[in-house]
């Protein structure tokens, strides 16, 4: 069973930084592209980052490159995703999610293809 949780959110003031965390279990890390997504009240669900576990090529929404920063440890099947210099449109729920690497790079940012998902960290940035 494909398990995924994230850890990490917390209250920043915009400019700040934050690490989020996710921790995998039940598939083969390099089997599968590692997402992070984000989803603020009333709006649907982002991408914000990828790293493809079988090369360790990474992905970013142009909202976040320069500022965000996704790795991982394939020996912790972990992701994690560095957050710097926030501002208040980074608020919202942060997922990771899992898919197949095989579905190709030009969907890894879309929300819809993963079908596994972490319980979300809430991560605030106050004005």
């Known amino acids: 069973e494909v398990q995924l949780v994230e850890s990490g959110g917390g209250l920043v003031q915009t400019g700040g930084s934050l690490r989020l965390s996710c921790a995998a279990s039940?598939?083969?890390?390099?089997?599968?592209?590692i997402g992070w997504f984000r989803q603020a009240p009333g709006k649907e669900r982002e991408g914000v980052a990828v790293?493809?576990?079988?090369?360790?090529?990474?992905y970013y929404a142009t909202s976040v490159e320069g500022r965000f920063t996704i790795s991982s440890d394939n020996a912790k099947n972990t992701v994690y995703l560095q957050m710097n210099s926030l501002k208040p449109e980074d608020t919202g729920v942060h997922l990771c999610g899992a898919i197949p690497q095989y579905y190709g790079d030009t969907v890894f940012l879309l929300p819809y293809p993963y079908h596994a998902w972490g319980q979300g960290a809430q991560v605030t940035v106050s004005s």
């Open positions: 790293v493809n576990g079988r090369d360790g090529n990474t």
């Open positions: 039940g598939f083969r890390f390099v089997d599968y592209a």
